[in-house]
């Protein structure tokens, strides 16, 4: 039993449940931690990222059995997708039925329910409420996004075996308790370059499983770089067929054709997860320009590229066809995007005089609203006062950014994704064989213990849109290296977007960390055994 005085601190009560609800997690977005026990007894502690308030029900469980049902929303199609979804994740392992059927229909049996009604009024857009009681369990939310944020935390206090692809024995019993949870941040990210090394279809969906379980909600798609140009344009096909045909090393590359890519788009969105297509200019476009040569202003393309350097290619900023070329990809781009925005890459841009840059992105920008989008960038392109509205993304290793802050008062969020912190492809500390080291090691404390709402200097809390957790792919070829690198760190990034600040504890996350990997060996996920997290 634990404390739980403090000032601004959120609790909930279970209308009608009349019980006395024992407070592990009782917390506010404002009010300092609660402790909680040091050793967690219930899963209800274990889970990543931590919920704003989670209560158990001592002595109360429920089991799943073979007579147990999913019931969802009546004649919403949403809510029966995330019951579906709940049900593959669970049949392979409990071998269970678990038919999915609209809430009121008379199955027998005992309920796991998912309903868009009755959920207290603080879960907004993308929170949620789970009761689990001897009958049955309760997921009640606002939208079907807020049911499938509870349903990965209902997998989270299920059995870590019930991940497994084959049948495994149960007995499958979660705790009773509530839990109300809500994400701190809009933007909670993962960003996966596909150009420097190309992942296919398969890995992707891979990646997005993993992200999901953790709520994550954006996947951006870093397409393009001076290695690689990944997605099917139709207007310019020499992009694929020429620029896609190689990688970081010299392998063979590849890209994703327009049907491919939607497919993508919507595992994901079935994941509520909203991709961001990065189209990255004007510099880091060596294969774009190798592919054609009239966008180089000297008409003459320039080899492929296959090494790791960054900074050497523009796009040729006087010529009209390139901003024709750039029309016509955020065309195409555009109509494959169902998420309000595209990314515009603008990093690096050391091959570019900054009027020029300007230049370029005066014109590009007007083209992205043309496309019906509003452009996100690397946090260099604030130097081109693109609109509020323009999200920029901070990348810097400096908790000082001056520029970022007029962006602010300007009136644009920032997304956060400070290397120093959040770069996957930082090496956790010198042993590490994958990886970069220019923004120094990042082990999974490091990755953890900063506030995105106090991290820049004279940010505004309120301007800090998210977090993201890049992950750039010179080193990175195949998923078990994606994962060494995202596992345990995409998690601790993870929770700085969800989480409430009051939850911040990282003595107490590197065990609920370590509860995590049980569930993460029956996935196969290749995750980094930090010496830092004291695993089982
Ligand atoms: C910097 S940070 C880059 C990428 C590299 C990465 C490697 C940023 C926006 N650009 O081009 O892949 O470092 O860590």
Same mark, same amino acid.
């Given at each position: 039993?634990?404390?739980?005085?403090?000032?601004?601190?959120?609790?909930?009560?279970?209308?009608?449940?009349?019980?006395?609800?024992?407070?592990?997690?009782?917390?506010?977005?404002?009010?300092?931690?609660?402790?909680?026990?040091?050793?967690?007894?219930?899963?209800?502690?274990?889970?990543?990222?931590?919920?704003?308030?989670?209560?158990?029900?001592?002595?109360?469980?429920?089991?799943?059995?073979a007579d147990t049902t999913i019931h969802t929303q009546p004649g919403s199609a949403p809510?029966?997708?995330?019951? $579906?979804?709940?049900?593959?994740?669970?049949?392979?392992?409990?071998?269970?039925?678990?038919?999915?059927?609209?809430?009121?229909?008379?199955?027998?049996?005992?309920?796991?329910?998912?309903?868009?009604?009755?959920?207290?009024?603080?879960?907004?857009?993308?929170?949620?409420?789970?009761?689990? /009681?001897?009958?049955?369990?309760?997921?009640?939310?606002?939208?079907?996004?807020?049911?499938?944020?509870?349903?990965?935390?209902?997998?989270?206090?299920?059995?870590?075996?019930?991940?497994?692809?084959?049948?495994?024995?149960?007995?499958?019993?979660?705790? !009773?308790?509530?839990?109300?949870? +809500?994400?701190?941040?809009?933007?909670?990210?993962?960003?996966?370059?596909?150009?420097?090394?190309?992942?296919?279809v398969d890995e992707v969906k891979g990646y997005i499983d993993q992200i999901a379980l953790?709520?994550? &909600?954006?996947?951006?798609?870093?397409?393009?770089?001076?290695?690689?140009?990944?997605?099917?344009?139709?207007?310019? %096909?020499?992009?694929?067929?020429?620029?896609?045909? /190689?990688?970081?090393?010299?392998?063979?590359?590849?890209?994703? /054709?327009? #049907?491919?890519?939607?497919?993508?788009?919507?595992?994901?969105?079935?994941?509520?997860?909203?991709?961001?297509?990065?189209?990255?200019?004007?510099?880091?476009?060596?294969?774009?320009?190798?592919?054609?040569? #009239?966008?180089?202003?000297?008409?003459?393309?320039?080899?492929? +590229?296959?090494?790791? $350097?960054?900074?050497?290619?523009?796009?040729?900023?006087?010529?009209?066809?390139?901003?024709?070329?750039?029309?016509?990809?955020?065309?195409?781009?555009?109509?494959?995007? @169902?998420?309000? +925005?595209?990314?515009?890459?603008g990093d690096e841009a050391h091959a570019t005089t900054d009027p020029d840059f300007d230049?370029?992105?005066?014109?590009?920008?007007?083209?992205?609203?043309?496309?019906?989008?509003?452009? /996100?960038?690397?946090?260099?392109?604030?130097?081109?006062?693109?609109?509020?509205?323009?999200?920029?993304?901070?990348? !810097?290793?400096?908790?000082?950014?001056?520029?970022?802050?007029?962006?602010?008062?300007?009136?644009?969020?920032?997304?956060?994704?400070?290397?120093?912190?959040?770069?996957?492809?930082?090496? +956790?500390?010198?042993?590490?064989?994958?990886?970069?080291?220019?923004?120094?090691?990042?082990?999974?404390?490091?990755?953890?213990?900063?506030?995105?709402?106090?991290?820049?200097?004279?940010? @505004?809390?309120?301007?800090?849109?998210?977090?993201?957790?890049?992950?750039?792919?010179?080193?990175?070829?195949?998923?078990?290296?994606?994962?060494?690198?995202?596992?345990?760190?995409? @998690?601790?990034?993870? #929770?700085?977007?969800?989480?409430?600040?009051?939850?911040?504890?990282?003595?107490?996350?590197?065990?609920?960390?370590?509860?995590?990997?049980?569930?993460?060996?029956?996935?196969?996920? &290749?995750?980094? @055994?930090?010496?830092?997290? %004291?695993?089982?």
């Open positions: 039993m634990l404390p739980t005085e403090g000032a601004g601190r959120r609790g909930f009560g279970h209308p009608g449940s009349g019980l006395a609800l024992v407070a592990l997690l009782l917390v506010g977005t404002t009010g300092p931690a609660v402790p909680v026990h040091a050793a967690p007894e219930t899963p209800l502690q274990h889970i990543v990222p931590a919920p704003v308030a989670a209560t158990p029900r001592p002595g109360v469980a429920f089991t799943l059995s809510a029966q997708q995330v019951g $579906e979804y709940l049900a593959g994740v669970l049949r392979p392992s409990t071998g269970y039925r678990l038919p999915v059927v609209p809430s009121g229909s008379s199955a027998s049996g005992r309920r796991i329910s998912l309903l868009l009604a009755g959920a207290d009024a603080r879960v907004g857009e993308e929170g949620y409420q789970l009761d689990v /009681t001897r009958q049955g369990v309760l997921i009640r939310a606002r939208t079907a996004a807020g049911l499938f944020a509870g349903v990965q935390t209902f997998r989270q206090i299920l059995p870590a075996k019930v991940e497994a692809k084959t049948r495994q024995p149960g007995p499958w019993t979660v705790p !009773g308790g509530q839990v109300l949870d +809500y994400p701190r941040y809009a933007h909670r990210g993962a960003m996966l370059d596909v150009a420097r090394h190309f992942f296919s953790y709520k994550v &909600n954006r996947l951006h798609l870093h397409l393009t770089d001076d290695q690689g140009w990944r997605l099917e344009i139709k207007s310019w %096909p020499n992009l694929t067929a020429h620029g896609g045909s /190689t990688e970081v090393g010299g392998g063979t590359g590849g890209y994703y /054709t327009q #049907e491919q890519y939607k497919d993508l788009v919507a595992y994901a969105a079935a994941r509520h997860i909203t991709v961001i297509p990065e189209i990255d200019m004007p510099g880091h476009t060596n294969a774009a320009l190798s592919s054609y040569p #009239e966008l180089n202003c000297d008409g003459v393309a320039p080899p492929l +590229y296959t090494g790791i $350097e960054v900074g050497f290619s523009s796009l040729c900023i006087d010529k009209d066809i390139t901003y024709e070329f750039v029309d016509d990809v955020l065309r195409e781009v555009a109509a494959l995007t @169902p998420g309000e +925005y595209i990314h515009i890459g230049l370029f992105m005066d014109k590009v920008l007007p083209l992205v609203a043309k496309h019906g989008k509003t452009a /996100t960038g690397w946090h260099e392109f604030v130097k081109s006062g693109p609109p509020p509205s323009a999200v920029p993304q901070f990348w !810097g290793t400096k908790t000082v950014a001056p520029d970022m802050v007029e962006a602010a008062a300007r009136g644009s969020e920032i997304v956060l994704s400070p290397a120093t912190k959040a770069y996957l492809d930082m090496k +956790y500390d010198a042993n590490t064989k994958l990886g970069l080291s220019w923004a120094g090691y990042t082990d999974v404390q490091d990755a953890y213990d900063w506030n995105p709402g106090a991290y820049v200097e004279g940010l @505004p809390a309120d301007a800090v849109r998210g977090v993201e957790a890049p992950l750039w792919s010179e080193t990175i070829t195949n998923s078990a290296d994606l994962e060494f690198m995202a596992f345990p760190r995409l @998690p601790a990034i993870a #929770e700085l977007g969800w989480s409430p600040w009051s939850t911040h504890d990282w003595d107490r996350f590197k065990v609920r960390l370590a509860a995590q990997a049980e569930r993460w060996r029956v996935m196969d996920v &290749n995750y980094y @055994p930090s010496p830092q997290v %004291p695993w089982a």
